[in-house]
């Protein structure tokens, strides 16, 4: 309908379409020029060669080089980054663990109190952790622990333990765990099967689309805490990935590529989990948003 | 114990069981924190000396200082910019990239690589781009088309301009997303229906789309308000609330009066209003909607 033939008969789209597609692909080079070729020059400035000075980038990687990375991992990314893998790693665990556990009860028993459980949980989601920030200072700074500074400042624990309660994970697999059918649960409680042996038998196997879709957002959120380790992280010791970065800002002489690198160090892994499991993170964030 | 009672007591006290580990971080690291945060409201934090009761003191000295004034102005203003920016610009993305065809995922993909960059690496990239010399990335961009290089960052009356640039950089494709399920959700006999009477692209769009996406909105409004009020890593980055204070924010304030000027009884008293101020917009919000739902 909307193609014209032309002398010779072949089929070309009309000038109305074609004029839609051109201002369409006009657009989606607007959109990657402005969403991709930021990011695509801070690679291409990494990996040159060539000294820049304060502000300059580049948009191809001239003289291509790993000096830059090699340079920022010696100042400071090597510890950063091992710092920030134990965190999301130990972090992760635990937030998984405890989310899935509290979601069962919350999803599958009725009891006194449940309601109120919720309320509570739910209204952490509401308030933003920066407006603790101040508080869970101090309280970090009473809890006594068998590190350095005999507390949870600047030790590992004071770095990962705050983040392990999150309402996310657990508002999205109780919602999940409510749909799954009550007759497999009740099947094996027939054949004597406790609590937990169902949880971890029956439930949590069925769970994984949600277990994934808390894995990327939780992912995301403790790799890129940054007013945590600010106040945690005293010594450059205990320095995240995250503070690492910050800290190359100030040190000017060693150019911009330097700082960059250690910036990208930090984007890659970000990229890398979304990349794997971007149909959990999309699902996820339509799930959540929709229900919420 | 009989078998019978044993297991009545295990179906007690089994839930408690599961819910003990996240109610224990919750207690800890949560609501212990915003208790503490209220007590110390009322205080003048000394450490080692002993903290001394102050009564309403530290909301008073918040309510007449002017620094928090303007970093408040500040706060609600990058908000309400940010917020609608990113919603705007995220639904017309979402209008020009939704669909299954691999060119459309493909260039979604790259619009969606700010929302997974860490706010950190986002802010140092923009720190280089906003570089306010000529050599700089963006002045090369306004110089090829004859304006002049601009100070951005280091300009006290661009700086939170351009910070919100940076906001609406990585906001915009996440709202893109929220979006993009929404109209997918979309009736499409509506659509239909619509070409059938004859609709314009526009009307199909105006009476249409947009009403559908109503309850979406909602959701992305929200999220963004929360989003807006919490405004810390990009700013203590980029600008450290500088140049003169134009970029001062509420929580690079508390910052500032709780860790680097050891306030801690003032910061605290301003955490408190901050999460009376959340809990108030989050209940006023419930209630518009349950109030919506009603009608």
Known sequence: ?292 | MGRITRLKFMRGVSPWAFLAPALLVFAVFKFWPTLYGMFLSFFNVRPYLGNQWIGFDNFTRAFNDPTLFAATWHTLLDAAVTVAASMLIGFFLALLLEGPTLHLRIVRTAAFLPVVTAMVVVAQLWDVLLYPGQYGAVNSVLGAVGVGPQGFLSDPNQALGSVMLVQIWKSAPYDMVIFIAGLAGVDRQLYDAADIDGASAWQRLRYVTIPALRPITTIVLTLGIIRGLRVFTEIFVLTNGGPAGSTETIVTFLYKAGIENNKLGYASAISTMLLIATVVLTCLNLWWRARKDRS
Do not use: H
């Open chain 1, 1 to 292: 309908m909307s193609t014209t033939k032309t002398a010779l008969g072949i089929r070309m789209p009309s000038p109305r379409l074609l004029r839609g597609k051109i201002a369409r692909g006009v657009l989606y080079l607007l959109v990657l020029a402005v969403f991709l070729v930021p990011v695509w020059s801070m690679v291409a400035t990494v990996f040159s060669g060539i000294p820049m000075k304060s502000g300059e980038i580049s948009l191809f990687p001239l003289d291509f080089t790993f000096n830059n990375i090699i340079q920022a991992w010696n100042f400071g990314v090597a510890v950063g980054l091992f710092n920030s893998v134990v965190v999301v790693v130990i972090g992760l665990a635990l937030q998984l663990t405890v989310s899935s556990l509290a979601a069962y009860s919350l999803a599958r028993k009725k009891f006194r109190g449940m309601s109120v459980v919720m309320v509570l949980i739910l209204a952490t989601m509401m308030m933003p952790e920066e407006v603790i920030a101040i508080p869970l200072y101090l309280v970090l700074g009473q809890i006594p622990a068998p590190t350095e500074s005999g507390s949870l400042l600047n030790s590992f624990g004071g770095l990962i333990l705050p983040l392990v309660g999150w309402a996310l994970p657990i508002y999205v697999l109780t919602g999940f765990m409510r749909n799954i059918p009550l007759e497999l649960e009740e099947s094996a409680r027939m054949d004597g099967a406790g609590d937990f042996r169902i949880f971890w038998k029956i439930i949590l196997p069925l769970c994984k689309p949600a277990l994934g879709t808390c894995a990327v957002f939780g992912f995301l959120m403790i790799w890129d805490q940054y007013l945590l380790p600010l106040l945690v992280a005293q010594t450059p010791a205990k320095y995240t990935l995250t503070l690492i970065v910050t800290s190359l800002q100030s040190s000017q002489e060693l150019g911009e590529g330097v700082r960059l690198a250690a910036a990208l160090i930090l984007m890659v892994p970000g990229v890398i989990v979304y990349l794997i499991l971007q149909k959990f993170f999309e699902r996820g964030l339509l799930g959540g948003s929709l229900k919420g």
